[in-house]
């Protein structure tokens, strides 16, 4: 399924002539449509449509951006979305939020940091929140504060009472047994307060009893601002959703805002005082699920070395199983590289650093067969050290590769096969795939030769 969003003014007929070549049937290269929908508002227009061609439907996306930018002053993104995504334009995206104050410096500063967006990933999608143009009406309430002092009132107070004259305020819920909680909300009547006029001629209670008008406690100004007002942390805030292209991971998206576009946008002069650049959504949520995994991934390695700790009753045969780990990890990130080059984009995602933590558990089985054969041929077999490693090796060798091959060709569908949902394990086998495929190839020669230099510590039962 594909979501386009865009702002402005879109005819629905324009968008449908645009693709009518592909209705039903494949045309120049491109999936056909199975399904296509229009939805058109004030200042938004939503298009979307449903490949006959699943595993395709990504390919259509240049179309549709092709369609929304022969639209002039067209602002839009188009993406295919995500299993799990459930909100427009948030599938794979990096916001990079601007906040302050003045809604003129966070409009130049906006704007400039779009155009080197641009400039630095030309074929990233930028859809700003809201769009850029100051040019809808608002009308501003601005407090007196020392009137508001001489009657006990502060502006928190003042804004609070706004809150109740207009869209309401809760002040509580109820909660009947064996029913949902409701929000006890105070609000005025809209019949009485439908215009800007009618809100700055209301009448206030204050807390001393008396009743006063809301323009004795402010003043009104009219001016332009936004489609829309929102905040951040009580300031008002821009927000660029940058979706980078299939080429680019969010980590190295996020690099490049953080080390080129910020720091160009402030040698310009347009970061002014009193506006602050952060960025959140998807990337940031990401980065802290990463290093929450990082953590993960040490405690499962310290899981499994004390556990084969206390079984082998001893603490060097495990740390030379262990080695197998890193082993693993390099085959990892070899199998997701080669994946992503020759196969199809496979981003270091949270599930994918899930399978390195799944390795774990994996790839030390092999190396446990070896000690723990060698370890039995040398106490109750009576062979000699060596001779215990080299038996040991040899008799599992066989096991060792037939379990490996096994599971590596049972887990090449999940990397190789397309179709639906293919981008949510296909990183993960990646990661999986390899880090068997060269931990298998590796220990066989690693921990016997490992194992050689501690094992004569054990007593040979003759």
Not at 387 to 400: F, G, K, N
């Given at each position: ?93 990096v916001e990079v939020d601007v906040v302050g104050d003045d809604m003129n410096n966070l409009v130049g500063a906006a704007g400039t940091m779009f155009g080197i967006i641009k400039k630095e990933m030309p074929d990233a999608q ?239 089985n092999n190396a446990i067969l070896i000690v723990h054969q060698a370890l039995n041929n040398l106490r109750f077999h009576g062979m000699d050290y060596k001779e215990a490693v080299v038996e040991s090796t040899r008799s599992r ?22 179709g639906p949902g293919s981008e949510l394990y296909r990183g993960l086998g990646s990661v999986i795939l390899g880090g068997l495929a060269l931990s298998t190839l590796f220990t066989v020669f690693v921990i016997p030769s490992l ?12």
């Amino acid at each position: 399924m594909w979501d386009t969003e865009f702002r402005g003014s879109l005819k629905g007929d324009q968008f449908f002539t645009a693709t009518k070549e592909l209705i039903g049937k494949d045309h120049d290269g491109l999936p056909g449509i199975e399904n296509m929908f229009y939805v058109g508002a004030d200042r938004i227009d939503i298009a979307g449509a449903t490949s006959m061609r699943i595993d395709r439907a990504g390919e259509l996306v240049p179309l549709f951006m092709r369609n929304i930018y022969a639209i002039p002053g067209m602002f839009g993104v188009s993406m295919q979305a995500g299993i799990f995504q459930n909100r427009l334009g948030r599938g794979r995206t990096v916001e990079v939020d601007v906040v302050g104050d003045d809604m003129n410096n966070l409009v130049g500063a906006a704007g400039t940091m779009f155009g080197i967006i641009k400039k630095e990933m030309p074929d990233a999608q930028v859809r700003p929140l809201p769009s850029l143009e100051l040019i809808y009406p608002e009308v501003n309430l601005l407090p007196k504060r020392d009137r508001l002092r001489a009657s006990n009132m502060n502006s928190r107070e003042f804004g609070v009472a706004l809150d109740v004259l207009m869209d309401g305020r809760k002040i509580g819920d109820f909660k009947e047994e064996g029913k949902k909680k409701i929000d006890l909300v105070l609000k005025a009547s809209e019949m009485e307060i439908s215009t800007p006029q009618d809100l700055y001629n209301a009448v206030l209670a204050t807390p001393d009893g008396n009743t006063v008008p809301v323009s004795s406690f402010s003043s009104l100004e009219s001016t332009t601002g936004l489609s829309e007002i929102r905040h951040l942390e009580r300031k008002r805030t821009f927000t660029l959703q940058v979706t980078p292209p299939p080429n680019i991971v969010l980590e190295e998206a996020m690099d490049i805002i953080t080390s080129k576009v910020i720091p160009a946008v402030r040698a310009m002069g347009m970061i002014k005082k009193g506006v602050d650049i952060s960025i959140s959504g998807v990337a940031d949520k990401l980065k802290e699920t990463r290093k929450a995994l990082q953590w993960n991934f040490l405690l499962a390695a310290v899981i499994a070395y004390l556990l084969m700790a206390a079984l082998f009753g001893n603490f060097i045969y495990p740390l030379i199983i262990m080695v197998t780990v890193p082993l693993a990890g390099a085959g990892g990130f070899i199998g997701l590289r080669l994946v992503d080059t020759f196969i199809a984009p496979s981003p270091l995602d949270i599930l994918t650093m899930l399978g390195f933590v799944i390795l774990i558990g994996v790839v030390v089985n092999n190396a446990i067969l070896i000690v723990h054969q060698a370890l039995n041929n040398l106490r109750f077999h009576g062979m000699d050290y060596k001779e215990a490693v080299v038996e040991s090796t040899r008799s599992r060798i066989r096991p060792i590769y037939m379990s490996a091959a096994t599971s590596i060709f049972g887990m090449l569908p999940l990397v190789l096969f397309p179709g639906p949902g293919s981008e949510l394990y296909r990183g993960l086998g990646s990661v999986i795939l390899g880090g068997l495929a060269l931990s298998t190839l590796f220990t066989v020669f690693v921990i016997p030769s490992l194992l050689m230099f501690f094992i004569k510590m054990e007593k040979v039962h003759k």
